[in-house]
């Protein structure tokens, strides 16, 4: 049975920080820190914008090109590792605000950054075996970086929403593979306010090792080459690491560019690859084929290969905003009022 | 003292071996050095480790019993010690073995130096490298092993001239040489630009000034000369094994620009070997900072105080000069495993007197010196090996 994408939709807070601005608050080089992580700013989320606005937002758009009532939503799934409560899932105030109750399942996921990827397999899985017609799969994150940490200056928001189904395709997802091992490289514990990282270590044994095997994987499975994808997404904690993990495994630049967007809005964690995927099909055409992979700390990788149908060219895809519209869209923002959005000022008073 | 050799050598590759705990690199080290030198652990009288601080990297300490349990010499009860001398701990642990087998105490000895830096936060392990010096009156202030290594520098274009460029010429020399060295961290050449570039340690150092975390074991077996020459393959004379000594804390030395601790080990030590400078054919010395090689060149007085920014400048150092520096690399390129270093300088050296150093040879190798400093100059060994 075929399962693929039937509609998607995204969301990028407006607000942005360069990189030379927090540069200049911790001492270091503000010219040269854009250029040595490939990062040049980052989306900052506003005060009334966490989880739950963010994955609503890319929901009601994703419904919304499709033209398809919630209610044919059967199960709605967000990945995050910033849900804003510890118990009570944001996927029910989701599926509230696409009309998609009350029947459906909804849950909350958590993988690291590939929740989101997660939550699509899912979906496929329960499409795929008939028990449903339509499943969301969303990765959403308004993520958390310690002041004065390397992840300050990547650790941004966004969300996306991937409609999963067997009719109505804009997208056939031609296979999925995963590669999961339990590596410590990034974790946050109940109750601690940021993550914490090892350093180096999320390079070459985390983030380089599990792409590069479930990508190979993922080509040998279905006996592809990398000049066979017009596109191809990774996770992107930065933007050095996609650049480089795709040329290892043999993709040029210009597949990956247009699905890269941590140089300008950093990395939204859950919504990195889900965020860079909506890119991709902001512009695809039938035909063209797109590999992704994700990744998530701790550690894992998802991978997708995916063929673009001619169902794209009746998806009402203007209908929203396209992620470069939203990209364009920003607001400069100094540190204090990063501060203050991001929660990092204490205001006093009783705790 | 009875003549002392070096009949074998086994180092794992310098880097960032996440695979690898402290306990695998010791033993695949030390069984390097053992297959090398053609013996069986039966052979083996003791065993010396050199270990700066895997009591704080990985919350191990008494790292001479857990590398012979995992090696199988503690069922033959074979006696174990760490030494520790900072990031000198390698050469220190050479020092006691040499003088273990000089003495006739034993016969036949393996002595390694290994650490593992990787598994903590750069930051902890920038901590724990500052231990090294006065905690009471430095590090306890803040301050760390790189900026007291900056402040050496400021000074020492201060008074010398040296430049900031002549400083990068020696990171790009040592990247050069460890670009032909397969054990070494770094095996890439860089280009002066990238070095003044690079982002700021402790001004007027950048990274590339500095030496690098890692992960990394060394070994040698030492034997008495008349049990070498029993045994097969090539063996290397070792004709100086001499510590010094200096104050902990900088700010009570007589210069901040000299290490006289580096000075005095080295009169000693020639005078042991009963050589001249100018018959040291090579050196492997301690550049935990390009400053550090600089001044360990006039330290060891291979040229006058002032001059070591010149002689890095002119190539007179890098391979093919009158004395080259750091063939395999050095702590900048080679990398930097604490108590590993002092061993892996020892077998450099026995690749070039052995003639294996591949395209990093030295020509006509056939006396050769390893500098090892603790800190920021309060320990310094100088060890003179020669081609037998």
Known sequence: MVVGIVSYGACIPRYRIESSTIARVWGQNPDGIGKQLGVFSKSVPSSDEDVVTLAVEAARSAMRRCRLPGNVVKAVYVGSESHPYAVKPTAGIVAEAIEATPDLTAADFEFACKAGTAAVQTCMGMVGAGMIDYGMAIGADTSQGAPGDALEYSASAGAAALLIGKKNLIATIEHTCSYTTDTPDFWRREGQSYPQHGGRFTGAPAYFKHILACGKNLMKQVSSRPSDYKYAVFHQPNGKFPVRVAEELGFTAEQVKPGLLTPVIGNTYSAAVPLGLSAVLDIARPGERIFVTAYGSGAGSDAFDITVVEGIEKLDRTGTPSVQSMIDRKVLIDYATYAKLRGKIEMGGES | ?388
């Not at chain 2, 220190?92 to 393996?110: E, T």
């Not at chain 2, 890692?214 to 070792?238: E, M, N, T, W, Y």
């Not at chain 2, 006058?304 to 395999?328: D, F, H, I």
């Open chain 2, 1 to 388: 003292m009875r003549e002392v050799m070096v009949v074998g050598a086994g180092m794992t590759p310098f880097g960032e071996l996440w695979e690898s705990s402290l306990r695998d690199l010791g033993i695949q080290a030390g069984l390097g050095a053992i297959r090398d030198a053609g013996i069986t652990s039966s052979d083996i009288d003791a065993l010396f480790v050199g270990n700066m601080a895997a009591g704080r990297l990985i919350d191990q300490t008494h790292i001479g019993a857990l590398i012979a349990d995992y090696a199988g010499l503690a069922g033959r009860n074979v006696p174990t010690v760490t030494v520790e001398g900072a990031d000198a701990s390698g050469a220190a642990a050479f020092h006691h073995a040499y003088l273990s087998v000089a003495s006739g105490l034993h016969d036949c000895v393996v002595v390694g130096g290994a650490e593992k830096m990787t598994d903590l936060p750069d930051a902890d392990v920038a901590d724990i490298m500052s231990t090294a010096l006065d905690q009471q009156w430095e590090s306890f202030f803040g301050a760390t092993l790189f900026s007291m290594y900056a402040m050496m520098a400021r000074r020492h274009m201060h008074e010398h001239g040296t430049t900031r460029e002549q400083l990068a010429q020696v990171a790009v020399k040592n990247h050069s040489h460890g670009a032909l060295n397969p054990q070494a961290q770094f095996r890439r050449p860089i280009k002066l630009e990238s070095v003044l570039g690079a982002a700021e340690v402790a001004s007027p150092l950048g990274m590339l000034d500095c030496a690098p975390i890692s992960d990394g074991a060394a070994a040698v077996v030492l034997c008495s000369g008349d049990r070498a020459r029993k045994l097969p393959g090539q063996h290397f004379r070792v004709s100086a094994s001499a510590q010094a000594g200096d104050t902990l804390s900088l700010g009570s030395r007589r210069s901040l620009t000299a290490f006289d601790a580096t000075r005095v080990a080295m009169e000693n030590a020639l005078k042991l070997a009963g050589r001249s400078r100018s018959e040291i054919d090579f050196a492997e010395v301690h550049d935990v900072t390009t400053i550090g090689e600089i001044m360990a060149v006039e330290d060891l007085g291979f040229c006058k105080k002032g001059e070591g920014g010149k002689m890095a400048e002119s190539g007179r150092t890098a391979l093919g000069g009158e004395l080259p520096v750091n063939t395999s690399g050095g702590l900048k390129a080679r990398g930097h495993p604490l108590g590993a270093t002092g061993i892996a300088q020892i077998i450099e050296l026995v690749e070039q007197l052995g003639c294996k150093a591949g395209k990093r040879q030295v020509k006509d190798a056939r006396v050769g010196l390893a500098h090892n400093v603790g800190g920021a100059g309060a320990t310094a060994f100088v060890h003179i090996l020669e081609a037998v």
